[in-house]
């Protein structure tokens, strides 16, 4: 009897896939065995117990702190992508004003440390225009920083769209709204996607500055409890795992998009 081999082929093909998926489930779970033995050796080798009580006893301030820190960085990330659309229109536009104000802004930003500019945002600015709330401004710096890498990620997606579509769009006379209806919006936001999350992942790191403004976000509230408790390290401990628990799934979301979108 003889076999046919067009039928064996995607058998065997998938037999494969399946044993490479299996082999990167193992590999990945022992990697992450090692780095939880590696906590286990850390924890175990304190010249004190950890004691995590202090901080559970908390858990609501510590839960505001999250919420906040959330809330703050997705306000920042909203705010950075209208700003950096207008300056990557402004990066395009016939006024040559609007191109140099955008290099230049974009230099200085670049020159500064984000902790710079909190705090010039923070405390020059309001004393300067008199502005009450110092949280506020702290978050303007924070959504100014991240701006120039904005109107960056816009430049990259709509560059990404080939001269012949456009020549096609001149050739079928599409008007402006046809335009960015059908071909270039639909395709800039599967450019944006993986870097928007990015950008709201490095948001979210750069939050932990906003203490200096006196924002009650994660870094501010349990700083404040290892103060007052003298749990230091089971503080900061807790921040690292707050901190992760919305990084890490942004940056299997980044993978998943950029696998998504390539293909």
């Known amino acids: 009897m003889k076999t046919d ?26 990697a992450i065995l090692t780095f939880l033995g590696l906590g286990a050796i850390i924890a175990l080798r304190q010249q004190r117990a950890l004691d995590f009580s202090q901080i559970w006893s908390r858990l609501p301030i510590v839960q ?3 919420i906040t820190t959330v809330t703050v960085s997705f306000i920042a990330l909203v705010g950075s992508v209208i700003l950096g659309l207008v300056f990557y229109f402004f990066s395009i536009s016939r006024v040559r004003y609007l191109r140099a104000f955008t290099d230049v802004f ?10 710079v500019m ?26 100014v920083y991240i701006t120039p890498y904005m109107t960056n990620v816009f430049r990259a ?7 012949s579509q456009f020549q096609a769009m001149d050739l079928f006379g599409f008007t402006t709204y046809q335009r960015y209806r059908y071909l270039i919006i639909p395709q800039v936001i599967r450019a944006l996607t993986a870097p928007l999350m990015n950008n709201f992942s490095l948001i979210i790191k750069g939050s932990a500055l906003l203490h200096i403004v006196g924002t009650e976000e994660v870094y501010n509230e349990l ?15 807790v921040m690292w795992l707050l901190y992760l628990i ?18």
Do not use: C, Q
Request: hydrophobic share 45%; net charge positive; glycine share 4%.
């Open 157 to 163: 997606a709509f560059s990404s769209i080939p001269d």
């Open 106 to 115: 974009t230099e200085i930003i670049f020159g500064t440390p984000l902790l």
């Open 223 to 237: 700083f404040a409890i290892s103060s007052n408790t003298g749990r230091t390290i089971e503080a900061f401990f």
């Open 64 to 66: 505001n702190a999250f």
């Open 246 to 263: 919305i990084t890490l799934p942004l940056s299997r979301l980044i993978k998943f998009a950029e696998k998504r979108w390539s293909t």
């Open 118 to 143: 909190i705090f010039m945002m923070g405390y020059v600015f309001r004393a300067s225009f008199n502005i009450a709330s110092s949280e506020t401004l702290g978050l303007v710096g924070l959504t």
């Open 5 to 30: 081999k067009n039928t064996l082929t995607p058998r065997l093909k998938k037999k494969t896939v399946t044993i490479e998926r299996l082999h990167a489930i193992v590999n990945y779970a022992l």
